[in-house]
């Protein structure tokens, strides 16, 4: 028998936590129409409306004026004339391009678990976490937003309080793409032509995102007609390009501030369940990556995004031909000097997969097939595996009867993962009467766990509206292997 303990944290989504979203009507001829409204005021009119819109959501909001500058700038081009303007207008005008958006205002799900980069300031026994939860609001648009808390020595779980501001991150401009790691990105794409090949000709073994729109640019503008014949090549080329970004934070924000938002082409429609791992080179350098699902309203492509201190994110794309699903995991370590990924690659099976750089994975092996009762439906992983003495505790979710996730767990060898050494037969964890209620009902769900002082730490998502931690002896869950 495994004794869980609920410790009755419930983190559950606050509606007033609201992020600034670009707004745009539908067509230029009706921006245009705005602006010209608003270039009629006066200039006391336009400071006059200028405060209201300060009074009314300058407390919601972190650099709000900076923005609406930013919104003005993007929006500039369908003046008229190129009339100097005053910051005020220029402000009102970017005002009228925005939007508020509830990011969390339908659901705080799928928690993953990490020891945070910073350990300092702590007593004896105690470790301070990072925990990241899928974020959903209006149109079921999800996002990555995180929260912290501090474990001590009897287990005693603190959440630190939240920030009531949202802060989306800055792109990195001239972050650089690797040329070699591009071209077999492009290879592997299928698309790799000797259009291609031309583009990327000028460059060394480094180039910009604003260094590659220059190019295309200057491919176009040379030879518009064989610009034309190859443009499919250009623009994935182009998109390869915005789907692999790099953002970042200003270093006086929170962690509860920070909101890692749709950016990309391919994450339009969201960013689904990042699996946050705390990866440890074999010299000992910490980096953290995260697997998760990017959602453009019709394909689901697994992407992989790394940072050394949840302030800098790079997003990379993951490829090879067995990049397919959702529910990638990444193992905390290499394996025999290879990194190892669990997988499910057709909707009901665990896999195994094993590569030499956390980019392409090309091989699979099965571990898990549906056995029992609670996992006929489909398997899945709970998250990266952790390290035991004993092996390689891996925690799986199964569906079962009227669509019920159940969370459970298997044990790897530990110098051979592709060998199953343990599986419980019966759930460890299940959605009891207080859990099964909400947006997606009899789900319990996780991306991520740790081990402190002989206990798994454990935060799951009930029902896909909120989010818990509970708490379970190591030694329990193996025994009853």
Not at 187 to 192: I, L, T
Not at 337 to 364: L, V
Request: proline share 4%.
């Amino acid at each position: 028998m495994v004794s869980i303990q609920r410790t009755g944290l419930k983190l559950q989504p606050d509606s007033a936590r609201v992020l600034f979203r670009d707004f745009y009507p539908t067509n230029d001829a009706r921006a245009g129409k705005i602006i010209a409204r608003l270039m009629s005021l006066s200039e006391d009119e336009v400071d006059t409306l200028l405060e209201q819109v300060t009074v009314e959501f300058g407390d919601r909001h972190m650099h709000f004026r900076h923005y609406f500058e930013e919104r003005f700038e993007e929006v500039q081009h369908l003046m008229l004339t190129d009339e100097a303007l005053s910051d005020a207008r220029r402000q009102l005008i970017g005002s009228y391009f925005t939007m508020e958006y509830s990011l969390e205002s339908a659901a705080l799900f799928n928690p993953s678990m990490v020891w945070h980069p910073d350990q300092t300031g702590l007593q004896k026994g105690e470790k301070r976490f990072v925990l990241s939860l899928r974020a959903t609001g209006e149109g079921h648009l999800s996002s990555i937003t995180f929260r912290s808390g501090i474990i001590d020595a009897k287990n005693v779980i603190t959440m630190d309080s939240y920030s009531r501001y949202v802060t989306a991150p800055q792109l990195v401009p001239d972050a650089f793409y690797e040329k070699a790691l591009f071209t077999t990105k492009l290879r592997e794409m299928g698309v790799w032509t000797n259009y291609a090949d031309e583009i990327l000709s000028v460059y060394d073994e480094h180039f910009t995102l604003d260094e590659l729109k220059h190019r295309l640019a200057e491919m176009k503008q040379h030879d518009r007609t064989r610009y034309k014949e190859n443009e499919h090549t250009a623009d994935h080329v182009f998109m390869l390009a915005q789907v692999n970004y790099t953002v970042a934070y200003a270093p006086d924000t929170n962690i509860s501030e920070r909101v890692i938002f749709p950016h990309s082409p391919s994450e339009t429609n969201g960013i689904e369940d990042a699996r946050f791992v705390q990866f440890t080179e074999e010299s000992g350098k910490v980096i953290y990556y995260a697997t998760y699902s990017a959602y453009d309203g019709k394909v689901v492509l697994s992407q992989l995004l790394e940072t050394e201190d949840f302030m800098r994110f790079e997003a990379f794309t993951l490829n090879g031909s067995e990049v397919q699903n959702k529910g990638m995991a990444l193992f905390p370590r290499r394996i025999n000097g290879m990194y190892a990924m669990i997988s499910r690659q057709d909707n009901e099976n665990i896999f195994i997969m094993f590569s030499e750089e956390p980019h392409f994975w090309h091989s699979k092996q099965i571990l898990l097939k549906p056995t029992y009762p609670w996992e006929y439906v489909q398997l899945g992983n709970c998250g990266s595996p952790i390290e035991l003495d004993e092996g390689w505790l891996v925690l799986s979710h199964g569906v079962g009867a009227m669509r019920k996730y159940s969370i459970g767990a298997f044990l790897l060898d530990k110098k051979d993962p592709t060998k199953v050494i343990g599986r419980m037969k019966e759930p460890l964890l299940t959605p009891n009467d207080n859990e099964r209620e909400g947006y997606v009902p009899n789900v319990v769900y996780s991306c991520g766990s740790v081990v402190h002082n002989g206990s798994l730490i454990l935060p799951y998502a009930m029902s896909d509206y909120a989010s818990s931690i509970a708490i379970i002896p190591v030694k329990e869950i193996l025994a009853a292997m």
